[in-house]
């Protein structure tokens, strides 16, 4: 399965429209009084601040954009279906956007049958009205998945949506059944709905299956890019999935999936944020990417990346004060291990013998954050008291046992993985204001790899397919411990010295710090100690312009990257703010 590379990195900069249907903040805008200025902020903020199911949907969707239904397809909805001890439940067929549904339902129990489903319901009647609804939800609740056929998918909506027909549906998929329709079947599937219309789509209400989406089929067959761009535009806060016809998108959890003989289409809107003070790190050109057969996008990425688009907040302006550390102390390790240095550090600043050391392993599966155990480095090193906190979910992050671990904790430490699992844990939860309070009691806070970068306020490497994405939309703000910073490990190991250019070209308000392996950055205000075996490598906006100027005079090679770092050895100190070294 290949992963879609190109829709997850940050798109081009370009002039960009004024978004059309969200909040921008205007920061110098004398004739917006502060109140409105204030309601605005909410208005876009709002889009962001809700907490999302990290793992996409419960069930399984089977989108197909008309046409054959690919023998792909029809194998994964049969195999999705819920089962009874041994045997599949009964799938319901729901024809009512046909004008010939008993043809309708002929056809899709052929393709079923064949596939071994024994029990195929109907509803009893195409009329919709109180008796033949409770008759189908009836039917809905006693099956293992329902099959929508294609015609006019305005009839679905009329005769369904925002019925309770529509829930008994949402509670099929959600007690993990599954879900499939073709043409109409596959429109009906999102709230906001094409109902119709040429290259400016007529909209509707339809069913809120595959949240934050509007679906097109029959994509390429019937051209329909511009119709799903007018959608688009219209409903920034979503994206758009054009499905060509032989083709369908299969949604299981958060994996969106194309099988079949031609491609799906996502589409994101192209906004702009006025609030912002270098325009082009808030600019979002369109993105119209294809995904061919056998690709993979994620379905949390694309929410995300859909509502930071609407919300009108540029993810690379800083929040506050830049590279100053109030109180407290932070330290930051670039991965490949951790020696006595880094550890005696740590320790000595969660308070000795005393510390109270709190390990969050939440940056790997689930599953096996579960199974963790203290680290190692910790016990070797005599703490006595330290809690593990693998709880990820919603309810688990604010029960009460979670709050006063992290309340009494007088360290916290991010352990490895990948950072985007840390934001999905505990981004939109009291969780992030209660670290943050670990620091302003006097804590520490601490962590390796993927447990360095989350501390940073831009987020890089933040893609769940691939930590190859510097810029990954949706996952780009860390939980900012060190605000106005984006921090890179395995540096040198690595060769990463190339990927963070961009990052701070594009945000020119963030320092870009690198950390070797087996290193670590001690802040403390505005002072980082180098600690450990490699380097720390910083760079910024400045000092990618003063090289390269200095390049084009033929005094430095600005085409090794590693010429556009200041490198900080292990035991000298920076100045986070001037980027010059501190006598020790």
Not at 179 to 207: N, V
Not at 324 to 337: A, E, T
Not at 401 to 408: C, G, H, M, V
Not at 445 to 466: C, D, F, K, M, N
């Amino acid at each position: 399965m290949s992963i879609l590379r190109t829709l997850i990195l940050s798109v081009g900069l370009m002039a960009a429209a004024a978004l059309s249907q969200a909040a921008i903040v205007f920061a110098d805008d004398s004739s917006k009084t502060d109140a409105v200025i204030v309601k605005e902020i909410s208005r876009g903020d709002s889009l962001i601040r809700e907490r999302l199911y990290q793992e996409g949907i419960r069930g399984t969707l089977v989108i197909c954009g008309g046409g054959t239904i690919p023998d792909e397809a029809q194998q994964q909805f049969a195999t999705a279906i819920e089962t009874t001890s041994d045997s599949k439940k009964p799938v319901l067929i729901l024809p009512t956007a046909s004008d010939n549904p008993e043809a309708a339902i002929a056809k899709a129990t052929a393709w079923l049958k064949k596939l071994g489903i024994e029990e195929v319901l109907a509803p009893t009647s195409a009329e919709s009205n109180a008796a033949t609804q409770a008759d189908l939800i009836a039917k809905i609740r006693r099956c293992g998945g329902v099959w929508i056929s294609g015609g006019q998918q305005s009839r679905i909506a009329q005769a369904y949506a925002g019925t309770d027909v529509e829930t008994a549906l949402q509670e099929l998929l959600d007690r993990g059944g599954v879900i499939g329709g073709t043409s109409a079947g596959a429109a009906i599937m999102t709230k906001q709905m094409i109902a119709s219309g040429k290259d400016k789509p007529e909209m509707a209400i339809g069913f809120d299956l595959l949240p934050d989406g509007i679906i097109d089929q029959h994509f390429t067959e019937r051209n329909r890019v511009e119709r799903l761009r007018a959608a688009i535009a219209q409903n920034p806060q979503r994206f758009g999935l054009g499905i060509d016809e032989a083709t369908a998108v299969i949604v299981k959890g958060r994996n969106v999936d194309v099988v079949g003989m031609g491609a799906a289409t996502i589409v994101l809107a192209k906004v702009s944020d006025e609030s912002s003070d270098t325009a082009e790190s808030a600019e979002r050109d369109e993105v119209v990417q294809k995904m061919p057969k056998q690709s993979r996008a994620d379905l949390t990425q694309l929410r995300r990346a859909a509502r930071w688009r609407a919300s009108g907040i540029d993810p690379g302006k800083p929040s506050g004060e830049v590279r100053h550390v109030p109180s407290g102390s932070l330290v930051i390790v670039g991965g490949g291990g951790m020696p006595k240095d880094i550890v005696d550090r740590f320790v000595e600043l969660a308070g000795g013998a005393e510390a109270r050391i709190v390990v969050l392993p939440t940056a790997v599966p689930r599953e096996e954050a579960m199974r963790q155990r203290a680290p190692r480095f910790l016990t070797a090193a005599g703490v006595k008291s330290v809690t593990m906190l693998p709880q990820s979910r919603t309810e688990e992050v604010a029960s009460e046992e979670f709050r006063q671990a992290i309340k009494q904790a007088t360290g916290v430490w991010f352990d490895g993985g990948r950072q985007w699992n840390f934001v999905d844990a505990y981004e939109n939860t009291d969780a992030v204001d209660l670290f943050h309070d670990v620091l302003r009691r006097g804590g520490v806070i601490g962590g390796s790899s993927a447990g360095a970068t989350i501390q940073g306020e831009y987020l890089v490497r933040g893609h769940p397919l691939g930590n190859f994405v510097m810029m990954a939309e949706g996952y780009e703000r860390g939980f900012a411990f060190l605000p106005g910073v984006a921090i890179d490990q395995h540096f040198a190991q690595r060769n990463r010295f190339p990927d963070l250019i961009p990052v701070v070209e594009r945000h020119r308000q963030m320092l870009g710090v690198g950390i070797d392996e087996a290193t670590a950055i001690v802040v403390t205000k505005s002072r980082a100690d180098v600690i450990g075996r490699g380097a720390a490598h910083f760079t910024s906006s400045e000092s990618i312009k003063s090289s390269i100027t200095e390049g084009i005079e033929g005094s430095s090679d600005v085409d090794d990257p590693k010429r556009l770092y200041r490198t900080v050895e292990t035991g000298q100190s920076i100045d986070l703010k001037t980027l010059e070294l501190i006598e020790n």
